[in-house]
C-alpha cells in the first residue's frame, strides 16, 4: 500500500510540473526554453519536476516582490522597439482618388504647361528672326563657293 501512495505522488509530481511547464510565462522559465524543461522532466521525472518546481517559484516570487519586474539572475530581456506601422502610400486613407485632386500631380502638369508654352514662345521667335525660306543659321557665317 505504502508503495502505490508513493507511485501516485511521484506520478502527480511528474503530471503536475508538466502541465505548469506548459502554462508557464517566458518569465517562469528560469532562462530555458520550455522543451528542454519537459525533456528533463519527460527523462529525469523526480529531479526535473522538482528542479522545475523551485527554479519557476523562485521566479514568480521575484517578479510578485518587484511588482512585476523581474530582477536578478537570469535576467529578463529588454522589451522588443515598438516601431509605428509603414503606411505605403497606396494604403492612406487620404490619399487622392483623382489625379486632379493630387497637389503633385497639378504642380507636374503646371510645370509641363509652362514649359511647353516657352518651347513654343523661343520656337516662334526663331522662326521670325529666321532669314529667307531655306536660309539655315548655321549657314551665315558660312561662305560658300561655288566653283
Same mark, same amino acid.
Given at each position: 500500500m505504502f508503495k502505490l501512495v508513493f507511485f501516485l505522488l511521484y506520478l502527480a509530481l511528474v503530471v503536475y510540473a508538466l502541465v505548469d511547464v506548459i502554462q508557464a510565462d517566458e518569465?517562469? *522559465?528560469?532562462?530555458?526554453?520550455?522543451?528542454? &524543461?519537459?525533456?528533463?522532466?519527460?527523462? *529525469?521525472? *523526480?529531479?526535473?519536476?522538482?528542479? &522545475?518546481?523551485?527554479?519557476?517559484?523562485?521566479?514568480?516570487?521575484?517578479?510578485?516582490?518587484?511588482?512585476?519586474?523581474?530582477?536578478g539572475f537570469p535576467a529578463s530581456q529588454p522589451a522588443p522597439a515598438q516601431y509605428?506601422?509603414?503606411?505605403?502610400?497606396?494604403?492612406?486613407?487620404?490619399?487622392?482618388?483623382?489625379?486632379e485632386d493630387d497637389p503633385e500631380f497639378i504642380w507636374l502638369m503646371e510645370q509641363a504647361k509652362r514649359k511647353r508654352e516657352r518651347e513654343a514662345r523661343e520656337g516662334a521667335g526663331r522662326t521670325e528672326d529666321a532669314g529667307p525660306e531655306?536660309?539655315?543659321?548655321?549657314?551665315r557665317g558660312e561662305g560658300h563657293a561655288e566653283g
Open positions: 518569465e517562469d *522559465l528560469g532562462g530555458i526554453q520550455k522543451g528542454f &524543461w519537459i525533456i528533463a522532466i519527460v527523462f *529525469l521525472p *523526480l529531479a526535473g519536476s522538482i528542479a &522545475w518546481i523551485v527554479v519557476s517559484n523562485g521566479a514568480r516570487r521575484r517578479r510578485a516582490s518587484s511588482g512585476g519586474q523581474v530582477t509605428s506601422r509603414r503606411v505605403r502610400s497606396w494604403e492612406q486613407e487620404d490619399a487622392p482618388v483623382a489625379p531655306g536660309y539655315d543659321e548655321r549657314q
